[in-house]
Each structure stands twice: as C-alpha cells, then as structure tokens.
C-alpha cells in the first residue's frame, strides 16, 4: 500500500473572518494520500473534514477563508499556489470532488442528461453523441433505472438518493486521479450505497484512483478504507490503519466516536451512548488538548498545552497525552476492547 | 385492544401523465399505534416519503384512505382538518430546506402558534417555547438566534420542536438523522425516545439506517417500488426475514468493525426471481405473530415449511 503519495498535506491552515473573530477552521493538518488507497475522513460535525478538502479543490471562497499556512503538494507542485485558471484544469479533472450535498451541485433547471454532458464536454474533447452514450452508462453504473426516460428530467422529479446518484456519476465523468468524495452516499439506502463503493472501488482498482472519502457511517468506514483519518476541532487527533483505529484506537474522542454507533444488536432499552459537552469555539482554541473538557479521563497537562502527535506504531499516530511515556496508563474502554478481543482472539 | 392513531388503506400516490407514469405509493395498507413507532424502510425512490407527504395531505392522493385518530381524512369539516395537521406533524429529510432562514428560532416556533391561534399571551406564549427548546436539549438562550448559526443536529433538534410545538400524536420523521454525526444521532434518538416516553407520540420513521431502525422501532416495515413487501415486530423481522428483498436490505446494512466487511457477502435482489404467473393472487400473507409478507400462496407454502 504504501507507494509514493500522490498528495501530500503538510500544517495546513485555514482561517474564516466572521464578524465574531476569527475562526480557526482547519489547525496544522498533515497527512499523505498514497496511490490507489482509501483514506477515510470522520469526526465531529464542524470539526473540518469538508474545509480541509475543500482546500485541496482550493475551492474555498476568499475572503472569508484564508489559506493561513502549509502547502498541499500534488505530485510537485504546491496546489496553494496555482492560479485560479490552473486550478480550473485540475478541478474535475485530476481531482474531483463529490459534495455533501447533491442539491447545491445541481442546476434545477438544467435536465439531468445536459448536467453530465456537459461536464464531460467542459473536460475532454468528446462529441456530443459520445457523451450521450456515456452519460447513459454511467447512469447505468450508479443504478438509476431506465437511464434514457431519466436523462430528460429535472432535479425534482427524482428522490433524495437518486439526485446524489447522478452528482456521483458526474464526478465519475473524468476518470480523475483523486476522487474526493463528502459523505457521497449519507443520502442512499444500503443496497445502492453497497452498489456505489463497489463501483467506486472497481473503478479504483482499474485505474489506481486515489479516494478521500469523507463520512460518519462507521460500517461504511470499515468497509471501505485502508487509513483512517480522525478530526476533532481543527485538527487531526489520530490517523492509522482502519484496523488500528476500530481495535487499538488511542484517543479519547476516538473511543466516544467508536461507543456512540449502534450495531445491529444494540439492546434497545439501553439509551445509545453520547459524547457530553459540545465542541469547542474555535475562535479561542483551547490551550491545551482541544477535546479535554470533554474527556473524563483528562489530566492537568491536557488543559495546559497541546499534545504532539505520539506513535504507536508504524503509520499509527494519536495526539493525547496519555501516551507519553511519564503518563500514567489508562485503559482503552471495555466495548472497544471486548469487540477487539471478539476479532483478535487476545487482549493487546 | 386500543385502536390504532393511524389506519392507511390501499393508499395510492401516482406522478405524471399516461405514459410516463410513476406508481410512488401503490396500494400501501399498514397501521401505526399510540406511542409506537414504526419504521419504514427500503431503497431510495421507492416511495417512502412521498407515503409521509400524502399522509399529511402535501399531496392529493390517487385512491385509498387514510383515518388518523380513528376519523377518515376525507369527510373532515374544515375545522377539523385544521385540528387534524396540527396533530400530525412531519419533520422533513432536509432539515436546511425546511427552516425559513430569516426567522429567529422563536419567529420559526411561534409561527405554529399562530396559525393555530394557541397561547396567545406574550408571557406564556415565551414561556411555552423556552419549554419546547429545552424538552429537545436546547436552551432560551437559543431562541432568538438564526437557523445558520446552529450546527446540523442542533438544526435538527430545531425542525423537531417546531413538529412538537402542536403538541402532535404522531409525528412522521423523515429521515431525521441520516445528515447528522454519529454521536448528535446518538442524542437526537435518546431525544426523540425520551420525549415519546413522556408523552405518548407516535412515530412513523423514515430512514436508510436500519441499525438505528431496529433500534428504534417497535415494528419495520419494508417497501419496495411503492409497495410493502414484509412489515412485523423489529426484531422477527430482523431475525426471521422471508422476502427476498427484505434479505438482500438485510444483507447490504454495513457493521462497524473492518474484519466482518471483509466478509460480508451481499445478496442480490431481482424481482423475476420470484417467476410469478399471471392468475398468482399476490397479497400480503400472515405469518404469524403479525408478521406479514407480499407473496403468492405458492411462496407462502414453501416458506411457512
Ligand atoms: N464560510 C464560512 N464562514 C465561517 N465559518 C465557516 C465557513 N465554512 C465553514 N466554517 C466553519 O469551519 C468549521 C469546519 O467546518 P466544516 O464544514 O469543515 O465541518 P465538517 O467537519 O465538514 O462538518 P459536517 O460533518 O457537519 O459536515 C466549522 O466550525 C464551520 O462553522
Ligand atoms: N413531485 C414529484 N414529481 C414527480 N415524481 C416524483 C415527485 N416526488 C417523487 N417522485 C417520484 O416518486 C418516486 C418515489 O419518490 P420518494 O421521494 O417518495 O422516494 P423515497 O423512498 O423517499 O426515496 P429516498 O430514500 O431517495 O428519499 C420516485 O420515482 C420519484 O422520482
Ligand atoms: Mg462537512
Ligand atoms: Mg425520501
């Protein structure tokens, strides 16, 4: 897995001006995206994900944001400092990007069939015919049923699930070399969100795609990733393998993100388990560890300065104090242990 | 045996014209109890929310009928269809779309007073809605600020105080945590839980993820192009699914944990495997418990075996 990175973020900083200061949205993050992988992205609402990919699109609207500091390397060059003519050959092209949410991405008044053409035709040189081919099997691939009726609707006329399927089959259109995907299937129901990662990773594995993949649903994280990526505040707390994260996590805010999901067996007179407290405002960052008022296990230094990122094995790191080697050793909660054990077979 | 807050029979919602018709809802029959919750699933466009939508009347319906608190829809006085929507509240998929961003969350919860002509002294009409924001985990210090200036599940937490501001017997939940984080879902369900608890609403929720479905529901039932294809008790229905396509759903939910995906195997689901005839009489068939399954005799005999 571990090839040359095809992207590479190091101390990026983002800044928004808002009338009640400023907001320090995204907080010295660095991480390599390799060729071929999944990197999957969770956290907090509000915590970042959708900025710092938004940055690597350079999308964001300046002002209010402002690229504060790092750089973004793809391949050689520095993504911050391209021009926003040459970001327009990059976008949708090299990299692509699936949003959050499908409406903001579709023209209401544009028919369904003339949005993904058009894309096409914006990005390569095809003839309208081929695009029309085209825009019909990728219908195809992403499950709409009878492509050819659809094609001549609007937005409106198709359900929730069906709209996001189209803005996945436009950001399919170029065949890029990064696919950034923000929660492309929270809208879908599981037998078409199963269909879409399968497509996604056929396609991924025909062409070494590289795939950021941004989402909440912890079941698809395990599915679909090779790395996973944690965000709390601005900043990443851990970053491994998706087997260090779901059995040897090592972060607090990572084990209250693990203890909130229900699984298919969850005991329904149990209330779910939350993370108290809310996050912090990122205008005035916390001192110390962002996520130490809501720890329960916080000790003195983790309200008094912030935590390097420690290792705890290769390509396993977590930013808590409490591996340091002085602190005292606490326990990684008993639901996670019990499921790591019910798959490992022994205790870590 | 109490009678049900909702009967829906044969109900039918048809779009288009002639030869572009879509059947959304076609001939859903199903029930919903006081203080229960029935989930609803299946996959996308198969005629979930339109169902929701009918039922409050958003849309006129094609045919059947719909009875909430034991009176038919249809031959309502005007008075008393007023009464029916404030009873039965939606809390739309979108929560963005379906808060007017240029009202304060008081402007946004009063709103529902005033069309309904409730609490109509300032002081106890203040006093009503800083109830409402802290009966979903808010606080009155959030009541005059703008939708934008709240977080997803906050936002959400919004659109379900503006459904229990008319104090509702059933409210129909619309995919209500699908765009929030795992652990604000975790607080809206524990929310909309307790607050059922109190008060003995009824829900008819609306969702894709059916961990947090069994969770929730007393009963599921599945639907699949604009029809129910298995309805029953949440936990037979996991534990004991007889339609194909309930199986495939079933087999596509995916687990949190990395070593069981690798695993998983998916079954698909075609709907000429069943290689119905003609003169089959395909209808909803008991399996006990109240258990129900779209079938034909044929299948109901090879599965009952
Ligand atoms: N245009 C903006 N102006 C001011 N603040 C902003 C703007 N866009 C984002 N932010 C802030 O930046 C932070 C990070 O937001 P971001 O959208 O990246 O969160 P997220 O992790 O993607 O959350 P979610 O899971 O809810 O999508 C938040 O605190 C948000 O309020
Ligand atoms: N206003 C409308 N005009 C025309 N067709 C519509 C309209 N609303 C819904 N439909 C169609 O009715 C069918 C059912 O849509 P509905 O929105 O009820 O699906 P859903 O089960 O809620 O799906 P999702 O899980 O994607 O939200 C779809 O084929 C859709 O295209
Ligand atoms: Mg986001
Ligand atoms: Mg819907």
């Known amino acids: ?50 900025v710092t990919n938004q940055a690597i699109m350079k999308l964001l609207p300046q002002p209010p944001a402002i690229y504060a500091g790092g750089e973004i390397l793809f391949g050689e060059t520095n993504l911050l400092e391209k021009s926003e003519k040459q970001m327009e050959k990059i976008r949708g092209n090299e990299i692509s990007m699936i949003f959050q949410d499908p409406m903001t991405s579709l023209n209401p008044t544009m028919k369904i069939g003339k949005q993904i053409t058009e894309v096409m035709r914006k990005h390569t040189k095809i003839s309208l015919g081929d695009a029309k081919k085209r825009a019909l099997e990728l219908m195809q691939l992403v499950g709409i049923p009878s492509p050819e009726n659809r094609l001549n609707q609007y937005p409106h006329e198709f359900s929730g699930g069906m709209r996001q399927r189209v803005v996945i089959a436009i950001a399919l259109a170029a065949d890029p070399k990064l696919l950034i995907a923000d929660e492309p299937t929270t809208a879908l129901d599981v037998t078409i969100q199963a269909q879409i990662l399968e497509v996604m990773k056929d396609i991924q594995k025909h062409s070494q795609t590289s795939i950021i993949f941004i989402t909440h649903d912890l079941g698809v994280v395990a599915n679909v990733a090779d790395r ?44 779910l388990r939350t993370i108290p407290g809310s996050p912090p405002n990122l205008v005035h960052p916390p001192a110390g560890d962002a996520f130490a008022a809501r720890n329960p296990h916080a000790m003195k230094i983790d309200f008094e300065k912030s935590p390097p990122m420690f290792e705890v094995a290769e390509n396993h790191y977590a930013k808590t104090w409490r591996l340091h080697p002085d602190a005292p050793r606490t326990q990684i909660p008993e639901v996670i242990r019990n499921r790591y054990i019910q798959y490992n077979g022994g205790d870590q | 045996m109490a009678e049900p807050i909702l009967t829906v029979n044969n109900l039918k919602k048809h779009f288009g014209s002639k030869n572009n018709l879509v059947k959304a809802v076609d001939d859903v029959s199903f029930h919903v109890m006081p203080g229960e919750t029935l989930g609803l699933v299946g996959e996308s466009g198969c005629g979930k929310s339109t169902t929701g939508r009918t039922i409050i009347n958003l849309y006129d319906k094609t045919g059947g009928e719909i009875l909430f ?111 929030l984080d795992v652990s604000i879902q975790a607080q809206v369900v524990n929310m909309m839980k307790n607050i059922q608890r109190e008060r003995g609403l009824a829900y008819l929720f609306i969702a894709h993820d059916l961990s947090m479905v069994k969770y929730i529901s007393d009963r599921i039932a599945v639907m699949y192009k604009g029809k129910i294809m298995e309805i029953g008790d949440a936990s037979d229905l996991y534990d004991r699914p007889f339609h194909p396509y309930t199986k495939s759903l079933l087999s596509a939910v995916p687990q949190p944990d990395p070593h069981s995906e690798k695993e998983r195997r998916r079954v698909g689901y075609d709907e000429s495997m069943h290689g119905y005839n003609e003169d089959e009489e395909l209808k909803l068939r008991d399996f006990g418990n109240s258990h129900l399954v779209y079938c034909s005799q044929k299948e109901y005999e090879s599965w009952t075996v």
Request: aromatic share 10%; hydrophobic share 35%; no cysteine.
């Open chain 2, 69 to 179: 608190d034991g009176k038919n829809n249809d031959s309502l006085s005007k008075k008393e269809q007023k009464q029916f929507h404030q009873k039965l509240q939606m809390i739309f998929q979108d929560p963005y779309a379906s808060l007017n961003p240029r009202m304060t969350v008081f402007e946004i919860l009063e709103e529902g007073y005033d069309i309904h002509k409730l609490y109509k002294k300032k002081k106890e009409r203040r006093q009503k809605i800083y109830e409402l924001l802290e009966s979903v985990g808010l606080n009155r210090e959030h009541a005059n600020r703008y939708p934008h200036e709240f977080s997803g599940g906050q936002r959400q937490r919004i659109g379900i105080a503006r459904a229990l501001s008319f104090d509702p017997k059933l409210i129909i939940a619309d995919e209500p945590i699908s765009a």
């Open chain 1, 228 to 271: 996973v990526a944690v965000m709390y505040a601005g900043e990443i707390v851990e970053i491994g393998t998706v087997d260090d994260i779901f059995y040897n996590p090592q972060h607090p805010y990572t084990w209250g993100l693990l203890g909130s999901m229900p699984d298919m067996n969850a005991d329904k007179k149990e209330e």
């Open chain 1, 1 to 50: 897995m571990m090839n040359e990175p095809i992207l590479q973020m190091k101390n990026l900083e983002v800044d928004f001006k808002t009338y009640a200061g400023t907001v320090k949205a995204v907080r010295n993050v660095s991480f390599d995206v390799y060729k071929g992988e999944t990197l999957a992205i969770v956290g907090e609402s509000g915590s970042g994900k959708s």
